[in-house]
């Protein structure tokens, strides 16, 4: 099993990037996938998720309306677009895979994620 996620860099405040996670060795429809991020000295949080059965969508509070997650269920992908990025987005960035039926209670739940990917850098510049 393989998550790789890419497309972090550095940004100003105001910029834009768009991550992506490649999976492979698992049934990418039966899965729901989510980003999480975690900036020095605090917790992982979890940014968003996506259900690949049903492409319901979960985000955070303090993301809504800015960040948009995607899939490409043909090429196995998840993506993360982050717009009007802000300084206190800076963190490492993962995504994980959820084998059970994501839903609003427990999407932002570490445990409920078997797999997870390496993490890709987000630092936004005031």
């Known amino acids: 099993v393989q998550l790789v996620e890419s497309g972090g860099g550095l940004v100003q405040a105001g910029g834009s990037l768009r991550l992506s996670c490649a999976t492979s060795g698992f049934t990418f429809d039966d899965y729901a996938i989510g980003w999480f991020r975690q900036a020095p000295g605090k917790e992982r949080e979890g940014v968003s998720c996506?259900?690949?059965?049903?492409?319901?969508?979960y985000y955070a509070d303090s993301v809504e309306g800015r960040f948009t997650i995607s899939s490409d269920n043909a090429k196995n992908t998840v993506y993360l677009q982050m717009n009007s990025l802000k300084p206190e987005d800076t963190a490492v960035y993962y995504c994980?895979?959820?084998?059970?039926?994501?839903?609003?209670?427990?999407?932002?739940?570490?445990?409920?994620?078997?797999?997870w990917g390496q993490g890709t850098q987000v630092t936004v510049s005031s």
């Open positions: 994980a895979a959820d084998p059970g039926p994501a839903n609003s209670l427990y999407w932002k739940v570490l445990s409920e994620y078997d797999y």
């Open positions: 996506i259900s690949s059965r049903d492409g319901s969508t």
